[in-house]
């Protein structure tokens, strides 16, 4: 929301300031704010230089200072938004399992494609390798051959926001073709490696 400042909040050199609001967990809170510094700034730059700063518009024929618009917001607090807007604790299946998600943008997350082998063992971790090198091209990755089962991969890779995980199986090495999970959806959808670029690129909007 916008909360516009009193007047005894204002500056003395602005003639209005806006707050950006965001409802945090602890109640609203700026997020960013926009303030109205007139001609303060340059007006002082001139008077102190000695040099006329003001914009001649050609059409009027007239000299003036301009105004400056300040938007103030930072890096850390708007992450920290991204982060509180994305996260969930979702229920999933019947057995009331509870799943963490980070529900980021996919040009906010930090691993856009994470690719998993389903066994250690070679020839798979081979194939896998050179997708993962293929993928490593275009987008940041990441690439997990860990014990375990796929599901707590998946899981790991939900938490941290990944979009995207692509599952190397053994029928890989017949059929040419990989399963990519979608992380919202948790839907699975099996693709040819020689389209997966392409499959990637259109699920992931960039």
């Not at 105004?67 to 299946?93: C, N």
Request: a negative charge.
């Amino acid at each position: 929301r916008l909360r516009d400042h009193e007047p005894s909040e204002l500056s003395h050199y602005s003639k209005a300031t806006a707050d950006v609001e965001y409802l945090y967990p602890w109640g609203w809170g700026e997020l960013e704010g926009i303030a109205n510094r007139t001609d303060y700034d340059l007006r002082q730059h001139m008077e102190h230089s000695g040099k006329d700063l003001r914009y001649y518009d050609e059409e009027s024929g007239t000299r003036f200072l301009p105004y400056v618009i300040e938007p103030a917001v930072g890096v850390d607090r708007a992450s920290l938004v991204f982060l509180f807007d994305a996260y969930a604790e979702e229920q999933v299946g019947d057995k009331n399992d509870t799943r963490v998600v980070l529900h980021l943008h996919p040009e906010l997350a930090p691993i856009k494609v994470a690719v998993m082998p389903l066994s250690k063992k070679e020839p798979l971790t081979n194939l896998a390798h050179d997708i993962h090198h293929t993928i490593r091209k275009h987008w940041m990755t990441q690439y997990d051959e860990t014990g375990g089962a796929i599901g707590k991969r998946y899981r790991r890779q939900d938490e941290i926001g990944t979009p995207l995980c692509v599952t190397v199986d053994f029928d890989s090495l017949e059929d040419h073709a990989v399963t990519i999970r979608e992380r919202d959806s948790m839907a699975q959808v099996r693709v040819p490696i020689a389209e997966l670029v392409p499959a990637l690129r259109e699920k992931l909007g960039f």
